[in-house]
């Protein structure tokens, strides 16, 4: 896993700033019910994403949180009063606290899955009855855009996907979260282009490529050998999905609210506009 603290001062740059942020927040805010009541950002890192969740809903009250102090710093200064140091899998606050809790681009960070399976705990405890979990899924896959570069790097060794949308679906049913509907975004400013994928494996942003890897620099030549190096391919695709906490009116009757789960929205081509 990436050193956030080290990461913190470039992340922005390097992921799609302000564009990517507003599309996240856009296709998160479509998932979730209108009106007033509490928000948790889980993992909230430079709180980009929480500060432009905030200002699309100004009911909501919201607050986020991350593990990593530079990140939490940036956070903080961005929402003053509202970003919290914390674990996920150990978040402190009561049960039953927020309207919504989201978690963009955080389960597919760890190795073990019982660390997912906290997470996932986690976030439906402090829902209350009615509220919505919304994350991304899936996200190694979003960056699959049929490029050359992918061409190239397909046959490398990949970790499972600990965020795979059936298995996220499936922890969130143990807490018992019903599906409550999916969207789509992109990823604005994130494709890739040959010359920064081989920067990427130098760092160890892929995983299963350590940069003293002799593989590392097989795919680096590989990549070099590619036309148009600085040229950006296509954008990733990111998917959210979305799961409600139900309400229970009477001993042993679940009341389902009147809200309709959200169908599988699209935001990518309102994304793609600066």
């Given at each position: ?122 976030c439906a405890r402090v829902l209350r009855p009615g509220g919505v979990y919304v994350t991304t899924v899936d996200k190694a896959a979003a960056h699959d855009v049929g490029s050359d570069i992918d061409a190239v790097l397909a046959d490398r060794p990949v970790r499972p996907a600990e965020d795979a949308a059936g298995k996220v ?106």
């Amino acid at each position: 896993m990436l050193d956030y603290d080290k990461e913190a001062d470039a992340y922005d740059a390097s992921r799609g700033g302000e564009a990517r942020a507003q599309a996240a927040a856009a296709a998160v805010l479509g998932l979730i019910p209108d009106g007033p009541g509490r928000l948790l950002d889980l993992a909230c890192g430079t709180g980009i994403v929480t500060r432009e969740i905030a200002a699309g809903r100004p009911a909501l009250r919201v607050t986020g949180a991350d593990l990593a102090p530079a990140m939490t710093r940036m956070a903080t200064a961005r929402l003053p009063g509202k970003v919290v140091r914390a674990d996920s899998r150990r978040l402190p606050f009561p049960a039953a606290t927020f309207d919504a809790v989201t978690s963009i681009w955080l389960l597919h960070l760890p190795d073990d899955p019982d660390d997912v399976r906290a997470v996932v705990a986690e976030c439906a405890r402090v829902l209350r009855p009615g509220g919505v979990y919304v994350t991304t899924v899936d996200k190694a896959a979003a960056h699959d855009v049929g490029s050359d570069i992918d061409a190239v790097l397909a046959d490398r060794p990949v970790r499972p996907a600990e965020d795979a949308a059936g298995k996220v679906t499936a922890y969130a049913a143990r807490h018992g979260l019903t599906p409550a509907g999916r969207a789509v975004f992109r990823g604005v400013g994130q494709g890739r282009s040959p010359r920064g994928a081989i920067a990427d494996l130098r760092r160890g942003w892929f995983t299963r490529l350590p940069p003293d890897d002799p593989r590392t620099e097989c795919y680096a030549a590989r990549l070099a050998g590619l036309p148009d190096q600085d040229r950006p391919r296509p954008d990733p695709l990111f998917t959210l999905c979305a799961f409600r906490k139900p309400v229970v009116d009477r001993p042993g009757h679940l009341f389902r609210p009147a809200y309709r789960p959200a169908a599988v929205r699209d935001t990518s081509r309102r994304a793609a506009r600066p």
